[in-house]
């Protein structure tokens, strides 16, 4: 079965470099994504990458696949307060009509 | 703002109660999907239509239904329902059925069951 795994909480200060980390079972997966949710707010899609690529930057945010391993990462760099939200990661695959498997989510947040 | 819009923003049922969630898409988006979240399942992926017509399940419990109509817009309906029903429900909408599926979400719905 799919599952979408993340760790709860990540804290870090502003101007560092965040990194949160997926991991996923579905090996199946055509497309992985990173949500962000702000409090009080829908998701917003942030980036998502093709499972046939190992990496994908986009400004300040970069995406790693390590397929063999079924770990995703989003890394966001020079992390400002604004940042603060919490991040999903999601998966789709090939026959799930586009709905998307999500982890419960990482609550980042940035002290100044 | 996404451009999908989601009524009522709160709702305070009592169990036992039905209750109906509507979506209205973005415009020219023919899928709906909707999901629940809650603390405990975190978010979970309970139906999508494409132009009227259900195109897969997930996690919906039988007292759930929902639809979509011919102007697009969808709504959710719980029925008989209980303390565990509380939870946010986000409807999403995109342009196309399957492989790279931008959806945008709706601001939410967050039922409170009493």
């Known amino acids: 079965g799919e599952d979408v795994e993340q760790s709860l909480f990540l804290s870090v200060r502003e101007g560092d470099s965040s990194v949160i980390n997926c991991t996923y079972t579905?090996?199946?997966?055509?497309?992985l994504y990173w949500y962000k949710q702000e409090p009080g707010a829908g998701l917003q899609l942030l980036t998502y990458i093709f499972s046939n690529m190992d990496m994908k930057q986009d400004q300040r945010l970069t995406v790693l696949l390590n397929k063999k391993d079924k770990h995703l990462s989003l890394r966001i760099a020079d992390t400002q307060t604004g940042d603060s939200a919490i991040y999903f990661c999601?998966?789709?695959?090939?026959?799930?009509?586009?709905?998307?498997?999500f982890g419960k989510g990482t609550k980042l947040s940035v002290k100044p | 703002d996404s451009g999908v819009t989601q009524t009522p923003k709160h709702l305070i049922t009592a169990t036992g109660q039905r209750v109906t969630l509507r979506c209205s898409p973005r415009s020219g988006d023919l899928s709906v999907y909707w999901y629940q979240q809650s603390l405990d399942q975190g978010l979970q992926f309970l139906i999508h239509y494409y132009n009227g017509e259900e195109r897969a399940k997930g996690n919906i419990l039988e007292r759930f239904s929902a639809q979509q109509f011919p102007d697009l817009h969808s709504e959710l309906n719980l029925s008989s329902l209980e303390l565990g029903d509380s939870a946010l429900y986000f409807c999403?909408?995109?342009?196309?059925?399957?492989?790279?599926?931008?959806?945008?979400f709706g601001p939410g719905t967050r039922l409170t069951v009493l």
């Open positions: 999601a998966e789709s695959f090939r026959g799930s009509q586009g709905n998307l498997i």
């Open positions: 579905d090996s199946s997966s055509t497309y």
């Open positions: 999403a909408s995109s342009g196309e059925t399957g492989g790279l599926d931008e959806q945008f």
